[in-house]
């Protein structure tokens, strides 16, 4: 089993976790990114996440099929939220299971690195001082 | 050089930048590379080219890449999702 999905509302990490019982895996990692109250010695007061949506699937969905052929592992999910996120909100959330420790490690890390390097996902994030914002990666202040 | 009208597609920073998210765009221009420079003379978007992506019809593709009436193009800024 693999899956990449974008959802505009909460994760439900309970639901997500199920879907891993298998009685073939003796381990499942996990992933979540949160949201969180600075970068660059700024205070961040909320995040607004964007996508191209079409695009991101078929990269998204490449990205799991990587994991699944590269590591010897069971199933993958990957959830990436979209719209506004508040300070500890969950941004991301990957899921994977193998039979073993260290395949389910590894490529849990491959997942959330290659979904933050190729994936066109995009973070707005709004600065408490001077009600400033800016895309990161981008680097060009946009409000 | 044909006459060809695309569908131009932005997102995150192109997208406040140029103030639209998509654009019925008319051009000459045969490569996505031509057309990234002759929108930038347009829009001046600030971001060097080996930080942005093509691509066409939900795909990345090549900056060499041709493209034909009715293609869907998008130029992918540096993402940042996680």
């Known amino acids: 089993m693999h899956h990449f999905e974008l959802v505009d509302y909460e994760i439900d990490r309970q639901s997500l976790v199920e879907k891993f019982s298998d009685p073939a895996c003796g381990a499942f990692v996990s992933f979540e990114g949160w949201v969180r109250n600075h970068h660059d010695n700024r205070q961040v007061s909320h995040l607004f996440y964007e996508a191209y949506p079409e695009l991101a699937l078929n990269e998204g969905l490449s990205v799991m099929q990587q994991a699944l052929a590269n590591y010897n592992i069971n199933s993958a999910i990957c959830i990436h939220r979209l719209g506004s996120l508040q300070i500890g909100d969950m941004a991301v959330w990957v899921g994977v299971n193998a039979a073993h420790r260290d395949a389910a490690f590894q490529a849990c890390r491959f997942v959330i690195d290659d979904i933050k390097a190729r994936v066109p996902i995009w973070k707005k994030e709004f600065y408490q001082d001077a009600n400033s914002a800016q895309w990161i990666g981008s680097e060009v202040n946009s409000l | ?82």
């Open chain 2, 1 to 82: 050089m044909s006459q060809k009208v695309v569908c131009l597609k932005y997102f995150s920073r192109f997208a406040e930048l140029t103030g639209k998210t998509t654009e019925e765009y008319s051009t000459r221009v045969s490569s996505v590379e031509e057309l990234w420079y002759e929108l930038d003379k347009q829009y001046s978007f600030g971001q060097p080219i080996s930080t942005v992506r093509p691509a066409i019809n939900h795909q990345f593709c090549d900056w060499q890449s041709s493209i034909n009436d009715g293609d869907l193009i998008g130029f992918i800024p540096p993402v940042s999702g996680g």
